[in-house]
T-cell receptor, first 114, second 115 residues
Framework: AQSVSQHNHHVILSEAASLELGCNYS??????LFWYVQYPGQHLQLLLK??????LVKGIKGFEAEFIKSKFSFNLRKPSVQWSDTAEYFC????????????FGKGTRLSVIA | DAGVIQSPRHEVTEMGQEVTLRCKPI?????LFWYRQTMMRGLELLIY????????DSGMPEDRFSAKMPNASFSTLKIQPSEPRDSAVYFC?????????????FGPGTRLTVL
């Protein structure tokens, strides 16, 4: 069965600091990978996704993520965070074959302070 | 497109009452998912449907929970009887197998409070 592990439960950063949120998954086959963001009081929105090709994926709002197949990782990065990036971030994995559903990690709460 | 629509947005009820949450997926999507989000457990998949048929309900916590999808444009999640530990935000999401990325689109959620 698939599983997703997000290493950090809560990250606190100052504005302009660099961000890296870890995500590791376990699955034996080909996967699609996603990062979703949930701003306070809002629903989940897609931040970026990886399907195939270049393992470095650019998303909205300056976010990027790198798929490292050998490490089963899909870490999220941003060079300089802003206060408006305060949100909860969810990594998700979907096996390409069959009817496997999207499996979410438990989320990482990011707090950006001025 | 209006996106995934959920109702009500907020529900406050008393323990023992029946609660019905509703979801309208994006037109043309053939997968529908129900999730529950709590501080303690994070985002949990409860059940999902493909072409109105339940595929996996292993995430449904107990028999008090039931979900139906009578047609392609409507689904319900029912809790009967409700308990305080059911308090959570319930999200509905839909996706299309025809979308290469299998991206799920989420609704705004229903915040349920059981007193």
């Amino acid at each position: 069965a698939q599983s997703v592990s997000q290493h950090n439960h809560h990250v606190i950063l100052s504005e302009a600091a660099s961000l890296e949120l870890g995500c590791n998954y376990s699955y034996g086959g080909t996967v699609n990978l996603f990062w979703y963001v949930q701003y306070p009081g809002q629903h989940l929105q897609l931040l970026l996704k990886y399907f195939s090709g270049d393992p470095l994926v650019k998303g909205i709002k300056g976010f990027e993520a790198e798929f490292i197949k050998s490490k089963f990782s899909f870490n999220l990065r941003k060079p300089s965070v802003q206060w408006s990036d305060t949100a909860e971030y969810f990594c998700a994995v979907k096996g390409v074959s069959g009817n496997t559903p999207l499996v979410f990690g438990k989320g990482t709460r990011l707090s950006v302070i001025a | 497109d209006a996106g995934v629509i959920q109702s009500p947005r907020h529900e406050v009820t008393e323990m023992g009452q029946e609660v019905t949450l509703r979801c309208k997926p994006i037109s043309g999507h053939d997968y529908l998912f129900w999730y529950r989000q709590t501080m303690m457990r994070g985002l949990e998949l409860l059940i999902y449907f493909n072409n109105n048929v339940p595929i996996d309900d292993s995430g449904m916590p107990e028999d008090r929970f039931s979900a139906k999808m009578p047609n392609a444009s409507f689904s319900t999640l029912k809790i009967q009887p409700s308990e305080p530990r059911d308090s959570a935000v319930y999200f509905c999401a839909s996706s299309s197998r025809g979308t290469v990325y299998n991206e799920q689109f989420f609704g705004p959620g229903t915040r349920l409070t059981v007193l």
